[in-house]
């Protein structure tokens, strides 16, 4: 069964999407939004560190995007803002990469695919590191969910019940990373951070309690990545890219659906005030 | 014991905040600290929560305490979805019963199934007050709870806090920005500005008509009491030698 190159794309697309969902929710309660974004794009370091070396392009990205997150969540908060470090990292971090990239002499590589990733060619090792990679961060957050959910409500509050927030947003990074590593070559650098967030935000208007919010999120991401998979093969479309369409579809979509059942919902209870 | 800070000086950035506080609570004890706006209050109660680091002295907490602390406020980021019932569970689960009947103590009991971002300012102290008392604490920190409640509202809080006290034999920490009315119970009132400028047991008042005069009040004798600060006074000059 897993011979099939659909399958498997399917499976890996699926892989991502669980894992990416309640980071995602916390990338977008946390505002964070452009952390993933930041990890993502100093991942390009990363595969020009593994091709520089012969190692899995895994190994690499998972070694700077932990690097990355580690050093802005150590830094900020000693006098750099958040944003200003991401900005600083991510982007140097991927012109580094970039330049290293071109250094490679004799080695032919589609930069293509890690910019937009290519679901289409994963095989079963590929398919092994995503969902190994997927079932690790699943377990870490899921065990360290309410601590988590808790300092990013309030930090204080987490201090006051002995959790610490800053070792919680350090096992988020770390997450973070991991997902990043992983879901490089399904969805690439640049729509790692779609995938990240545009599920959750779906997801947020449907939403009562973090946990649904959760749940609705993973179930966003794994319906686009199936349909933006067969849109792809049938229409003959880059796989990535329409991946990241389908679900900013579903987030227009829903959220359109959602305010005009609200109208109506408003317009219903005003009539009968009336009547 | 249930804490006790020696020599405790908190500074933020080259900031001093505080200096030299020594403050001990025991069970059933009730501080009251009051001081002007940025006298290091609120200061206080981040370090013994842990959010700030002492720069000088220590801070000796008995082992195993448990800490239920209420904020001043508390701000929501609108992207995060949180039902009170799922509030009152973090970060430990509760049972059903358990926070049925600690929403009616709070006086909040149809409050559960709402989202946090939907309540006033004042549900949502209680909501505060009610998560802090689920996790049954040893010690209650209490950071302005009596901000924007009136006279009345302050005295029936204060009601509440001393059957909390007496019912989870806990000790409590009370912050408050009123440098003249505290809760009569209070073991001792700390004044607070940077250092510790006098301490002491709040005055009893229940039958100074001068007290009365002030404010109004025939049947709250038993909660307010009023605090003279001795050996020094306030630059806001709304200090006033009432008694």
Redesign the interface.
């Given at each position: 069964m897993l011979d099939d190159f659909l399958i498997r794309a399917t499976l890996a697309g699926v892989g991502v999407s669980l894992a990416a969902a309640p980071l995602g929710c916390f990338i977008v309660w946390r505002r964070m939004a452009y952390f993933g974004d930041a990890t993502a794009h100093a991942a390009m370091l990363g595969v020009a560190l593994s091709l520089t070396l012969s190692t899995p392009i895994f190994a690499g990205v998972l070694l700077i995007s932990l690097l990355m997150a580690v050093t802005v969540s150590t830094l900020s908060g000693r006098g750099y803002a958040m944003d200003t470090l991401l900005g600083v990292m991510a982007h140097s971090a991927l012109a580094v990469g970039l330049v290293a990239v071109s250094f490679l002499s004799g080695v032919r590589i589609d930069l293509m695919a890690y910019l937009f990733g290519d679901i289409l060619a994963v095989g079963k090792t590929d398919l092994a590191v995503i969902w190994g990679g997927a079932a690790l961060v699943l377990v870490m957050i899921g065990y360290r969910w309410s601590a988590l959910l808790l300092s990013t409500l309030n930090p204080d509050l987490a201090l006051a019940s002995g959790i610490s927030p800053r070792r919680e947003q350090l096992v988020l990074t770390i997450a973070l990373a991991i997902v990043v590593a992983v879901a490089i070559k399904v969805v690439g650098v640049l729509l790692i951070a779609a995938m990240l967030i545009i599920p959750a935000a779906t997801a947020r208007r449907f939403s009562r309690t973090p946990e649904a919010m959760a749940v609705m999120a993973a179930v966003v991401g794994v319906c686009a990545n199936i349909a933006g998979l067969a849109f792809s093969y049938h229409f003959d479309l880059p796989t990535g890219p329409t991946i990241v369409c389908v679900v900013a579809f579903l987030f227009v979509a829903l959220n359109v659906v959602n305010a005009l059942i609200r109208r109506t919902n408003r317009q219903l209870s005003n009539g009968q005030n009336v009547a | 014991m249930l804490i006790q800070t020696r020599n405790l000086s908190v500074q933020i950035g080259q900031t001093p905040i505080l200096r030299d506080i020594d403050l001990q609570v025991q069970r059933g004890d009730i501080v009251t600290v009051i001081g002007p706006n940025g006298s290091g209050k609120s200061t206080l109660l981040?370090t013994i929560?842990?959010?700030l680091k002492p720069s000088n002295g220590r801070i000796v907490l008995s082992p195993r305490l448990s800490?239920?602390?209420v904020?001043q406020r508390?701000?929501?980021?609108e992207?995060?979805?949180?039902?009170v019932k799922?509030?009152l569970r973090?970060?430990?689960r509760a049972s059903a019963a358990a926070i049925q009947s600690t929403m009616a103590n709070a006086g909040v009991p149809d409050l559960l199934g709402q989202?946090l971002l939907s309540l006033s300012g004042g549900q949502l102290q209680r909501v505060l007050l009610a998560r802090a008392l689920l996790?049954q604490p040893d010690l209650l920190?209490l950071d302005e709870p009596t901000q924007g409640l009136d006279r009345r509202g302050t005295a029936d809080f204060y009601k509440q806090i001393d059957r909390i006290r007496h019912s989870l034999n806990c000790g409590v920490i009370m912050v408050s920005h009123d440098l003249q009315v505290v809760m009569r119970q209070s073991e001792r009132v700390i004044c607070l500005n940077g250092r510790i400028c006098c301490e002491g047991k709040p005055e009893v008042v229940s039958n100074s008509s001068e007290y009365r005069a002030l404010f109004g009040f025939e049947d709250d004798d038993d909660t307010l009491a009023l605090y003279s600060h001795r050996g020094h006074d306030h630059k806001a000059g709304s200090m006033r030698e009432a008694v």
């Open positions: - | 981040k929560i842990g959010a800490i239920g602390y904020p508390l701000h929501i980021d992207t995060l979805p949180m039902t799922r509030f973090l970060p430990r989202q996790e920190l």
